[in-house]
């Protein structure tokens, strides 16, 4: 049923050498990053750029996508600017005439949370994890004022606005002609990660819980062996077909456990060994992390992540 929106849209991302953090902007008529590509049936979304946040791409370097229900849209994620939601109802509103009837934070992070006043100045329900909001309650006014010196007067309207609704679990989306799950499924890479499961198309938009096309950041507050756990328990056990990744192409689970859920375990055991060996952190630093090179961001990554593994698992 869905193969042949999936064959032409393969062939959309062959066309452009799939993501690479070399491009500044895919998409110059529109502030988003590139045009929002349907994914299957009913559910788009707008690429972001695999490079860190800039202006040339405005702070769009994470996945926009929407779902129409076919009783109103479900969009997932905020946006890092008003700016970047305000392009995105643009794309939205040439779509469909259904109305936008809910927005999705997929964690707390600025390029979730900061596009929000957008959507509430539309009247727009928000919702988020508990623990989503309560990171953003810490660090939204660091992350918009970074955004303001980043994005200069791309800026203009974005605000600190946190979501009208939180959840703990599950949050099931009460309207539409299709189930919507929205699942805190565990620990994965920062605090409040959420996929949204829509179980009838076997698509997960899963958030920042996989990668495939960037190296997958480690935070200060990351436990990788718990976002392993949540991994092999919750994550995969889903069954998707179809996995919208935080950031980087549609694909397939396949894809996102070699780069993600792969890496993790690859990361801990070069880790795993300069401790054995009574290392340092110094140590770790170097750790060799070549197989994962080609991947976007890595050089920004890489030693970061080693470092902050070894702190980790100093004490596990």
């Known amino acids: 049923m869905f193969r042949p929106i999936?064959?032409?849209?393969?062939i959309c991302a062959a066309s452009i050498a799939v993501a690479s953090e070399d491009i500044p902007d895919q998409y110059p008529a529109s502030a988003l990053y590139s045009k929002p590509v349907e994914v299957i049936p009913n559910v788009w979304s707008a690429i972001g750029a695999t490079a860190p946040a800039t202006y040339e791409n405005s702070g769009h370097n994470n996945n926009l996508s929407f779902i129409i229900t076919g009783d109103g849209v479900v969009v997932v994620n905020g946006g890092g600017a008003a700016i970047l939601a305000e392009a995105l109802h643009t794309e939205i509103k040439i779509i469909t005439?259904?109305?936008?009837?809910?927005?999705?934070?997929?964690?707390?992070?600025?390029?979730a949370m900061l596009g929000n006043s957008y959507w509430a100045d539309q009247g727009v329900a928000i919702l988020a994890h508990v623990d989503a909001a309560e990171s953003f309650e810490e660090t939204g006014y660091r992350s918009l004022e970074s955004m303001k010196r980043r994005?200069?007067?791309?800026?203009?309207?974005?605000?600190?606005?946190?979501?009208?609704?939180?959840?703990?679990?599950?949050?099931?989306?009460?309207?539409?002609?299709?189930?919507?799950e929205v699942l805190l499924l565990g620990p994965a890479h920062s605090p409040g990660d959420v996929s949204v499961w829509l179980p009838e198309q076997k698509l997960v938009v899963a958030g920042?819980?996989?990668?495939?096309?960037?190296?997958?950041?480690?935070?200060?507050?990351?436990?990788?062996?718990?976002?392993?756990?949540?991994w092999v328990n919750e994550?995969?056990?889903?069954?998707?077909?179809?996995?919208?990744?935080?950031?980087?192409?549609?694909?397939?689970?396949?894809?996102?456990?070699?780069?993600?859920?792969?890496?993790?375990?690859?990361l801990r055991e070069k880790v795993g060994e300069v401790l054995d060996d009574g290392g340092s952190l110094s140590d770790a630093y170097y750790v060799d992390q070549s197989p994962y090179a080609h991947l976007d961001t890595f050089e920004e990554l890489a030693t970061r992540n080693a470092g902050r593994v070894f702190e980790q698992m100093e004490f596990e």
Do not use: C
């Open 97 to 111: 005439d259904q109305p936008v009837r809910l927005v999705i934070n997929e964690n707390g992070q600025g390029h």
């Open 208 to 230: 920042d819980i996989a990668f495939h096309e960037r190296l997958p950041p480690i935070f200060d507050d990351t436990d990788t062996a718990l976002w392993l756990e949540t």
């Open 235 to 266: 994550f995969e056990p889903l069954g998707a077909v179809y996995v919208i990744p935080g950031h980087g192409h549609p694909t397939n689970m396949a894809q996102v456990r070699r780069y993600t859920h792969d890496y993790l375990v690859y």
């Open 6 to 10: 999936l064959l032409a849209f393969g």
């Open 151 to 180: 994005n200069n007067e791309k800026a203009v309207g974005t605000r600190v606005v946190g979501p009208s609704e939180t959840f703990e679990d599950k949050y099931v989306v009460p309207f539409g002609d299709f189930p919507i």
